[in-house]
């Protein structure tokens, strides 16, 4: 990935997120001007496969509240698409927005070529894979600022990740919903427009795999060599059986009332059992 952000990196776009505001504003507007004018930047598959391929982007322009919810809605978007642009780069962000328009194309053309789909059933999935963009911006944001906090309806304070687990479980019942009506066809479209979300994912969690095999391997090494150097120690506490290796501070003497080579810790030095030579008697045949 750094290779590929060093040769393309030109390319990215800085403030990606105010860009798509400024559209959102633009198209929240001709919304109350000409709603009739707005209808052509919708994600229309049936107008896409007849060559408004526009479509495919300006849908993540297109707002889906009212004057009272659009201010909130884009302030919260601002929040979320910063907050990614800062833990990934620009370069990052850029091709992680240019997953979700392929994704989106992808999906499209698989559900208007899919055997058997009427047209109710492309409106439906059209409408749901619009409605994904939110899910594969803001899922991820949740796992990078789930301790961050906000303010719902202005008065509860929620921790980022509790709307992350909401959020997730709503993808999951809008999924479960989606395969109960245009059954596992539909379920697979909308997979493919959450493609640059599940690649995230994936990602994120064979790295996490890597660190946890990695940091066992390393603790299971740092075990062998205590073991090694307990072995090699002078010093070792009868009781306890910390050694100099342990802590090269510590004083070891030993007991005048134990029969034997017994030698303690200054905890243990007082605070032990004597230990006694066992003496064997034979019988006598």
């Not at 322009?61 to 910063?82: C, D, K, R």
């Not at 990695?214 to 090494?221: I, T």
């Not at 030095?269 to 064997?280: I, P, R, S």
């Amino acid at each position: 990935m750094n290779n590929f952000e060093r040769k393309f990196g030109k390319f990215s776009i800085t403030n990606l997120t105010a860009y798509i505001i400024i559209g959102r504003v633009f198209f929240f507007i001709l919304s109350y001007i000409s709603p009739e004018t707005l209808e052509l930047f919708t994600l229309d598959i049936e107008a896409i496969m007849h060559g408004q391929v526009w479509r495919i982007l300006t849908y993540m322009f297109i707002p889906n509240s009212s004057l009272f919810w659009f201010f909130f809605e884009v302030m919260f978007l601002y929040w979320i698409g910063t907050g990614l642009e800062q833990e990934w780069g620009s370069f990052r962000y850029t091709l992680y927005m240019l997953g979700s328009v392929l994704g989106v194309g992808l999906a499209s053309v698989i559900l208007y070529f899919m055997p058997g789909q009427d047209l109710m059933l492309v409106t439906l999935g059209g409408y749901l894979i619009s409605s994904f963009f939110t899910y594969t911006l803001f899922l991820p944001f949740a796992w990078y600022y789930g301790e961050e906090e906000i303010r719902f309806m202005l008065m509860i304070t929620i921790k980022v990740k509790y709307l992350g687990i909401i959020d997730l479980v709503l993808l999951i019942m809008t999924l479960a919903n989606a395969y109960s009506i245009g059954g596992l066809g539909l379920l697979m479209v909308l997979l493919f427009s959450m493609v640059n979300m599940i690649v995230f994912f994936a990602v994120v969690f064979a790295r996490r795999g890597k660190q946890k095999a990695r940091l066992a391997g390393f603790k299971g090494k740092i075990s062998k060599t205590e073991k090694k150097m307990n072995k090699n120690a002078i010093h070792r506490c009868s009781v306890c059986g910390i050694t100099e290796k342990d802590d090269p501070n510590m004083t070891f003497r030993y007991c005048s009332k134990c029969e034997g080579d017994y030698e303690f810790c200054e905890k243990h030095l007082k605070d032990h059992e004597h230990f006694k030579k066992v003496v064997e008697f034979k019988k006598e045949k």
